[in-house]
């Protein structure tokens, strides 16, 4: 993109949804962007232009922090999108491609993110399958630090991901039965084993959780099969995330046992998918905010630079004024601020 002259600064961002380049340009820098993707994909540029989406000036700015902040995601409020904007940005910055306007737009924006998830349950409030699943196994009570999960069904698009996201939850390890192994290489093999899928009730006792996955038209988990092991009565968990089910219902009505279906999941999600909508609201205004303040630091840098170009021998008061100013003031406040003085000549710029 810097092969383009009018392009100043540059910086692009790839998700598996999006891809997305952020420049500093003036007019004629759209039309050739829209070339060079056009270039390098080998597609016409008549053929590729209706899939352009384009923004400028404020609204570019606030797609930056709608993208950054997970409120531009499939998943609202998802985490994996910051971790994205962040390497994208340290990518751009250590090729020297990123100036003062994009190193504010992004440092502010990641800022932002920060913020939002601190202080809000956007990212708090989950509603995939898979995070629900580990969330339930991370915060179920078993009167023990370490948890035991009996996951069948982890070579599967869903045990995938659920297996992955047991892994991101300290202290769980993880039994997976397997008809056969597929060339299936777990993340953490430090906290993973694999055993034949029909030994799986040979690890029932050992299991705190167990987590079936699958598509199968029959019973993983059938209460007769698991009483003919002798198996304790020690509190344990099953989650039957499967339609059509993959535990036979009867096995809640075992001593110290907890059954969890996909239908009781199907309600938390709706639920939270509710707060999380309350949640946006709540971002919205402190992205609002944040680029507020942004503003005032385009506004100030545009005006004085770094603040060394303010007139010396008026100096220490005027300064103040002017720092405390776009600390306090919104962006509309200040720039009146700064178009009075200038009119006024009390700065020299």
């Not at 609204?59 to 910051?82: A, N, P, Q, Y």
């Not at 399958?129 to 339930?136: H, I």
């Not at 009730?201 to 209460?223: E, K, L």
Request: aromatic share 8%.
């Amino acid at each position: 993109m810097r092969s383009i002259f009018s392009v100043k600064e540059a910086l692009v961002l790839c998700t598996c949804n999006r891809t997305e380049f952020y420049f500093c340009g003036d007019k004629n820098s759209v039309l050739e962007m829209e070339k060079l993707v056009s270039r390098v994909s080998n597609v016409s540029l008549d053929d590729i232009k209706e899939f352009f989406r384009i923004y400028g000036d404020k609204k570019s700015i606030e797609h930056i922090f709608r993208v950054t902040c997970g409120i531009e995601s499939m998943i609202i409020g998802e985490d994996e999108i910051l971790g994205q904007v962040k390497n994208a940005y340290s990518l751009a910055h250590e090729a020297g491609t990123t100036g003062f306007i994009l190193n504010s737009v992004f440092q502010k924006a990641i800022a932002c993110s920060k913020k939002i998830k601190t202080d809000t349950p956007l990212s708090k409030t989950p509603v995939s399958t898979a995070t629900l699943t580990a969330r339930t196994v991370f915060y179920e009570d078993f009167s023990k630090t370490d948890k035991n999960v009996l996951l069948i069904g982890a070579t599967g698009e869903m045990g995938k991901a659920i297996l992955n996201n047991l892994l991101s939850k300290p202290n769980i390890y993880i039994i997976c039965p397997l008809r056969k192994k597929l060339g299936f290489v777990p993340k953490d093999e430090s906290r993973v084993k694999c055993v034949p899928y029909e030994e799986r009730y040979q690890y029932m006792d050992w299991a705190d959780a167990v987590v079936s996955a699958t598509s199968s038209p029959h019973y993983t988990v059938m209460r007769r099969e698991i009483e003919k092991k002798n198996i304790s009565d020690k509190k344990r968990l099953f989650i039957d995330i499967a339609v059509p089910r993959d535990i036979d219902e009867n096995v809640a009505e075992m001593k110290n046992t907890r059954l969890v279906t996909i239908d009781d999941f199907e309600i938390i999600a709706e639920e939270n998918n509710r707060l999380k909508l309350q949640a946006v609201d709540w971002a919205v205004e402190i992205c609002k905010n944040y680029q507020d303040e942004l503003n005032r630091d385009m506004i100030f840098h545009d005006e004085f630079g770094t603040g060394e170009n303010i007139d010396r021998e008026k100096t220490v008061s005027l300064a103040k004024l002017l720092f405390k100013a776009k600390k306090e003031m919104d962006s509309h406040g200040f720039s009146q601020l700064i178009k009075i003085m200038k009119e006024l000549d009390e700065v020299d710029i």
